[in-house]
Structures are given as structure tokens and as C-alpha cells.
């Protein structure tokens, strides 16, 4: 069975540019999870959606952040502009559903903004 | 607020002697645990969970306890080998909905020596 995918690896940006990440979860998992993990410090969850709907998105910086899935599926999620503290390895995860499995990660995409 | 706590930023232990790691939450409608070991530049990855109907679950040398009334769960590693060495984050849902968010806490490094 094929895990997450995530691209890239990793991106180097400057300030104000902007930036997007790509994951593709694995097939037949309804919810799927956007985390940003500062050095450091624990996973912090952004995003979450079921299908294509969103669950959570309460700790989402909207005015910069947006994400999306489209048909249930992949996802992306995009930065702009990008600040410095923006600089964290963002972490995909997806699960059969919410409940009482657990989720699958991703190896990330470290990003840096100088 | 931080739902999900792991007060001991890291935990040196012995070859075959045994880890502890502790987490305590704050939300009484977590109803869900896991537990994820994260190695240097790659994603998270699921080691055992429990529910809130059991106190305890076993999986070889990985144990899980759950304290309700405390709102505190621990992670017994035993016997400890070198390649333990990684950080461990404890993470917390409510099992009980499909759409619940899963919040980890900051992470224990734990470093096992030969």
C-alpha cells in the first residue's frame, strides 16, 4: 500500500513569495490533515477535511493561508506571502475517517524563508 | 491552549532498561490516544493507541496506560533498545466522532544509550 506523497522535499523562498505544497493521500482515506511543526515544538494542526469538505480550519492564518481538495482527493495548500516565521516542516496526514483510527503521515516539506 | 501537554522535553535512559513517557490533556471529551515516533527528517508514524474504555494496551515491548480521572497516559518502552532514540509525540481526538481533531502535544526526545 502506497503512503503519502508529499512535494516537494523541500523549498527555499523569500519573504512576501509565495509557495505551495502538494499531497496526495492514500486511497480511500475520507479525512485529511494539514500540520505545521515549528523546530521544536509538536505538530499543530491547520486544516482538516472530510472528503472534500472542511472540518477545521480554526487555526488556518487565512489571510495568507489557503488550502484545498479538490474531489475528495488530493491536496494543496499555499502560502501568500510567506513571512519568516512561516519556516516549518508541513506535514500531510490522512485516515480512513476521523474516529478511532489513526493517521498516516507524510515525510513533510521543510520550508524556508529567508 | 495547549489540549495536549508533554511536560519532559527529553528522557535519557540505559540499553534495556525501561522508558516512561508521560502526557497529560486538558479535554475531557478526548476519548481516543495515540502515541507517533518521529525520526530526523521523516514524517511521523503511528506506534499504539488506546481507547477511553480501556485502561491499558499492550502491543511487544510498547505498553499504554490511560488514567482517566488524572487525564493522564503514559508510554512504557521495555526493554529500551538504541534504536528507540527519536521523539515521541502523544496525541489526543474524540474517537467517538468521525470529525474529531487530532491534536498532538510537543514531543519527548528520548535517547537511549548503548
Known amino acids: 500500500e502506497a503512503g503519502v506523497a508529499q512535494s516537494p522535499r523541500y523549498k527555499i523562498i523569500e519573504k512576501r513569495q509565495s509557495v505551495a505544497f502538494w499531497c496526495n493521500p492514500i486511497?480511500?482515506?475520507?479525512?485529511l490533515y494539514w500540520y505545521q511543526q515549528i523546530l521544536g515544538q509538536g505538530p499543530k494542526l491547520l486544516i482538516q477535511?472530510?472528503?472534500?469538505?472542511?472540518?477545521?480550519d480554526s487555526q488556518l492564518p487565512k489571510d495568507r493561508f489557503s488550502a484545498e481538495r479538490l474531489k475528495g482527493v488530493d491536496s494543496t495548500l499555499k502560502i501568500q506571502p510567506a513571512k519568516l516565521e512561516d519556516s516549518a516542516v508541513y506535514l500531510c496526514?490522512?485516515?480512513?475517517?476521523?474516529?478511532?483510527?489513526?493517521?498516516?503521515f507524510g515525510q513533510g516539506t521543510r520550508l524556508t524563508v529567508v | 491552549d495547549q489540549q495536549v501537554k508533554q511536560n519532559s522535553p527529553s528522557l535519557s535512559v540505559q540499553e534495556g532498561r525501561i522508558s516512561i513517557l508521560n502526557c497529560d490533556y486538558t479535554?475531557?471529551?478526548?476519548?481516543?490516544f495515540l502515541w507517533y515516533k518521529k525520526y530526523p527528517a521523516e514524517g511521523p508514524t503511528f506506534l499504539i493507541s488506546?481507547?477511553?474504555?480501556?485502561d491499558k494496551n499492550e502491543d511487544g515491548r510498547f505498553t499504554v496506560f490511560l488514567n482517566k480521572s488524572a487525564k493522564h497516559l503514559s508510554l512504557h518502552i521495555v526493554p529500551s533498545q538504541p534504536g528507540d532514540s527519536a521523539v515521541y509525540f502523544c496525541?489526543?481526538?474524540?474517537?467517538?466522532?468521525?470529525?474529531?481533531?487530532?491534536?498532538f502535544g510537543q514531543g519527548t526526545t528520548l535517547q537511549v544509550k548503548p
Open positions: 496526514a490522512s485516515s480512513l475517517e476521523g474516529g478511532f483510527t489513526e493517521a498516516f
Open positions: 486511497s480511500g482515506h475520507a479525512t
Open positions: 477535511f472530510q472528503n472534500n469538505g472542511v472540518v477545521d
Open positions: 479535554n475531557s471529551m478526548f476519548d481516543y
Open positions: 488506546i481507547s477511553s474504555i480501556k
Open positions: 496525541a489526543a481526538t474524540r474517537g467517538s466522532s468521525n470529525t474529531g481533531k487530532l491534536i
